[in-house]
């Protein structure tokens, strides 16, 4: 191969958990056979200090880390900040984040899709009051925490099965409604334009008679996540069978890919669907993440030094349709989705959630 003409730094700013899984040796080397050098943030040090980059990945939380940006920005206008704050904002809280869903506007003859019943509750009294609830919450929910910003509390979820199960959470929660859906999850990642759906195992279903005879609540975090050794044995866990289960189709995934990207303006995310096993072809979206597990992802090197080196490019040749985005202080340059909106017919999404089985691992 050619050695690139022209040579980028895109700094990237990571939890250390996050840059371990992710800046793989791999990813570096084709990164920089492309052009392209990932090079390690410090966020101890001023943002400003540092670089220049063409590019900067993020996924750090808190005010601070937002101003460094905002001067960086103001500071080197043509450096391209994937994604703004104010839109990853937006997945910190489990009711903004599914909002964007509810903002969707998709044509579909055959599949239906939606979000589950949800609520928030913020005290004590309407937690354990179940009719002063919306209308048609019923038990199982599952109580997940209200602020999804990647901790590792805000992973910690409960399924209740009776008003028993309450007493153990702690407002403020989300209740969501618990939708049997054949104990497979379809997760699906966006970079850029690519969209993969690949199938993950989920909570199992649970029947009106398990329901009598449960105790109260269910804890568990990151159920898509677990490794055999950590496998809970409680009798509640079954067997299921991931390989039976059918993609859902295609296009309607993309379709709904490109509509969260389009109202969120998100470039690296991924969001979980199930299949609403009441009503076969609907689907509901039940939690949107950003920056997510990328090495997990089929190719993750690739897809990911494809998508930097086309937004970059595009920067530099000046095709690239940046869109000029004012925050409260200064104008930001952010890359532009040039590649979803707008289009009539079929969405130009590379059609590439191909069946896969992930995660072989018994819950
Ligand atoms: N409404 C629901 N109905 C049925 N199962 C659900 C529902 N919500 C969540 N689950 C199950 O619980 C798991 C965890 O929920 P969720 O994805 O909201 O948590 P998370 O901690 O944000 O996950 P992630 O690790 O993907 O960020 C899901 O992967 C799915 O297996
Ligand atoms: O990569 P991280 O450590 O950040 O963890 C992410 C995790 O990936 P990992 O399994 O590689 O850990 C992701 O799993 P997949 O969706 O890819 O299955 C998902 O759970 C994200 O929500 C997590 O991000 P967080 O919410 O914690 O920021
Ligand atoms: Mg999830
Ligand atoms: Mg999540």
Redesign the pocket.
Known sequence: MAEPTRRFGVGYALAPKKQQSFIQVSLMNLARSRGIDLIRIDTDKPLVDQGPFDCVLHKVCGEDWKKQLEDYSAKNPNALIIDSPEAIERLHN?ISMLEVVSELNIENETESFGI?K?IVIYDWDTLLDPSAWVEGLKFPV?A?PLV?D?SAK??K?SLVFNQDGLSKLKPPTVL??????GGV?F?VYVVGDYVKCVK????PDVSEEKLGSLEGSLS??????ITTSERNDDKYYEMMDLEDADMPPESFITDIACGIQRVSKLHLF?F?V?RDTRIGDRY?V??I?YF?GYAKMPSYETVLTDFLWGVLNKKETGLGNLQVISCEKEARKLIGNNTCEGTDGPLPVSPLNREETENPIQV
């Open positions: 489990r589950p949800q599952i997940k999804a990647g805000s992973h979820m969501q409604e618990f939708v049997n859906h999850i997760k993950r195992k989920s909570l568990f975090s990151q159920v898509s996540n991924n979980d199930i509901l039940i939690d993440n997510p």
